[in-house]
């Protein structure tokens, strides 16, 4: 298994600019989640999704999309980028235990890192 | 809402030192609790968790916590430390039940291991 991959490593914008941040994993699992890492701060939820169809808002999620059409892959659309998402993305996910509840391990991708100029 | 605190941004210590890294949290019912690592440049990775069986959970690497239920804290140890043992460190909890398993993380603590 590959895990939790995610597209690109790095990537650079410029103010106003859309992109994609890409996140797959290979292992099956219904819980996935986007997180930002910022100096200090720790890291922030901005969407999550409990299963293919349904996504929700975590804490901070302006200026952010996600969709979730498929198990494997969960990404995350910057609308208009702006020098306040130059951070480090990561995407998550977690298996369903056989209790039906979500599993308690979350397990996480590299990471992109994004500079908004 | 659930909240996490860890003390001190950064926390240096001596090779072959003791570790002790602070969490603390706020919930009503004690949550899932977990400690990630942190290596520079990479993802995280699971250090340890508590489910609510031993309340003193081994991790990986020489790591342990202990869940203190009347202090809600979660600090994590290790009897001697190591260079590579140099990295931040994310104190994170989780409510129980099917709450989406949302993550709330600590600010993290940097760890540096001096020679």
């Known amino acids: 298994n590959a895990g939790v991959t995610q597209t690109p490593k790095f990537q650079v914008l410029k103010t106003g600019q859309s992109m994609t941040l890409q996140c797959a994993q290979d292992?099956?699992?219904?819980?996935m989640s986007w997180y930002r890492q910022d100096p200090g701060m720790g890291l922030r939820l901005i969407h999550y999704?409990?299963?293919?169809?349904?996504?929700d808002q975590g804490e901070v999620p302006n200026g952010y999309n996600v969709s979730r059409s498929t198990t494997e892959d969960f990404p995350l659309r910057l609308l208009s980028a702006a020098p306040s998402q130059t951070s480090v993305y990561f995407c998550?996910?977690?298996?369903?235990?056989?209790?039906?509840?979500?599993?308690?391990?979350?397990?996480f991708g590299p990471g992109t890192r994004l500079l908004v100029l | 809402a659930q909240s996490v605190t860890q003390l001190g941004s950064h926390v240096s210590v001596s090779e072959g030192a003791l570790v002790l890294l602070r969490c603390n949290y706020s919930?009503?019912?004690?949550?899932?609790l977990f400690w990630y690592v942190q290596y520079p440049n990479q993802g995280l990775q699971l250090l340890l968790k508590?489910?609510?069986?031993?309340?003193l959970v081994k991790g990986i690497n020489g790591f342990e916590a202990e869940f203190k239920k009347s202090e809600t804290s979660f600090h994590l140890t290790k009897p001697s430390a190591h260079m590579s043992d140099a990295a931040e460190y994310f104190c994170?909890?989780?409510?129980?039940?099917?709450?989406?398993?949302?993550?709330?993380f600590g600010q993290g603590t940097e760890l540096s291991v001096k020679p």
């Open positions: 998550a996910s977690s298996p369903r235990t056989s209790g039906g509840g979500i599993g308690e391990t979350q397990y």
């Open positions: 292992m099956n699992h219904e819980y």
């Open positions: 999704s409990v299963g293919a169809g349904i996504t």
């Open positions: 919930s009503s019912v004690p949550p899932y």
């Open positions: 508590y489910t609510s069986a031993a309340t």
């Open positions: 994170a909890v989780r409510e129980r039940g099917n709450q989406g398993g949302k993550l709330i």
